[in-house]
């Protein structure tokens, strides 16, 4: 059955788009067959990040308004066949969004795929409270700083009351995925700790993405970073992620850059 | 205590700043999460009581919860037209 994920954060700048790439690219490696929708309009970037800026022809806005069919706005990656990608609209605003058209285009994703990822919009507007509405699951991303933390817990109480999950009672899974750790600077106390962030968002780990060049390189080329360069830290971490999406328990560890083999476990308990 | 510790490790560790404030803060905010809606509630529903009796601007309807230590206050300010007062006086008397 399919699955409608939404990566969101309330602040900007902290990995949503970057995110969802890199799991989306991770679920169609091992086979499952993914979308990833960016629901930044206005703004998108989830299609430069995935390297098909150059194909876009129609977007989520044209198959929200009929423009377009669901099948011409698709476009399929070119590296992994069963990755997909629905594209924002760059020159419409966000008010071009509905509720029931997004309801619609959700819908039929289900019947045609095993993950819908939707990458949300900064902000608590339309665009962000559209992309979480029909969300099954939550990828909450969260980097060890005050105001993303702050900006989770609030993104947090949304996905509680907001959702559709929500209004009919039922829960949206939720995992906070933490980015731009810096294990070193989090253990001289500079840095708020994994322990910190998850008692204060009360929210199970869904991995640690550590800081890295990897990332900046990746999204330089086009490339999620789990496709650019699989053995990467980050890649590792967001590899580990996406089995753990898949409901396989795998140890919760911060991969390191030192030539990828010395793993640095970190456990939850442990400060 | 801090000065040494500045000392011996030539920075401060803030991350346990960080998590007090977040603590705080986050303690008050998620106590004002469903607030609003519950002024937007009462707001509403004064309005109609009121509305039933006098001709009111909806706009001139102002309710506001002040959170204080030990007392909160719901204050409610309603403006109503000047011939409604006379109409009171009349009635009165």
């Known amino acids: 059955m399919a699955k409608v994920l939404v990566v969101t954060s309330g602040k900007g700048g902290v990995g949503k788009t970057t995110s969802t790439a890199a799991l989306g690219a991770a679920l ?20 430069l990040v995935m390297g098909a800026e150059r194909r876009v022809v129609f977007d989520l806005i ?14 399929r990656d070119k590296r992994l066949d069963n990755l997909w990608l629905l594209p924002a609209s760059q020159t419409r605003d966000k008010d071009a969004l509905t509720d029931e058209g997004v309801n619609s285009v959700i819908a039929d994703l289900r019947t045609k795929f095993d993950w819908i990822l939707c990458d949300s919009p900064a902000g608590i507007e339309r665009g962000a409270t559209l992309a979480m509405r029909y969300a099954d699951e939550a990828v909450i991303v969260t980097n060890p700083e005050v105001s993303s933390v702050r900006d989770s817990d609030r993104i947090i109480g949304m996905l509680d009351s907001k959702t559709v999950r929500a209004e009919r009672g039922e829960r949206v899974e939720k995992h906070v995925l933490i980015t731009r750790y810096d294990s070193a600077r989090a253990t001289r106390g500079e840095m708020l700790s994994i322990e910190d962030i998850l008692e204060i968002l009360a929210t199970p780990l869904l991995g640690i993405i550590p800081e890295s060049q990897d990332v900046l390189r990746a999204s330089n080329v086009g490339s999620p970073v789990t496709l650019n360069n699989a053995d990467s830290a980050p890649a590792r971490a967001y590899i580990d992620a996406a089995r753990r999406l898949l409901g396989e328990t795998v140890t919760m560890m911060v991969p390191v850059e030192r030539k990828g083999l010395i793993n640095r476990l970190l456990r939850r308990r442990a400060a | 205590m801090m000065n040494l510790l500045r000392l011996l490790g030539g920075r401060t560790a803030s991350a346990p700043v960080a998590r007090e404030r977040l603590q705080i803060l986050l303690a008050h905010e998620r106590g004002l999460r469903g607030q609003s809606d519950l002024l937007g509630l009462l707001r509403a529903e004064i309005l109609a009581v009121v509305s039933r009796h006098v001709v009111l601007d909806p706009e001139k309807v102002i309710v506001r919860m002040d959170r204080g230590k030990n007392v909160s206050t719901l204050e409610v300010d309603i403006e109503v037209p000047n011939g409604f007062e006379r109409s009171i006086v009349a009635a009165a008397t």
């Open chain 1, 28 to 47: 169609a490696q091992m086979g499952e067959k993914v979308v990833v929708i960016d629901f930044d309009v206005g703004l998108r970037n989830l299609d």
């Open chain 1, 62 to 75: 044209n198959v929200v308004q009929g423009v377009a069919k669901l099948s011409q706005a698709l476009i």
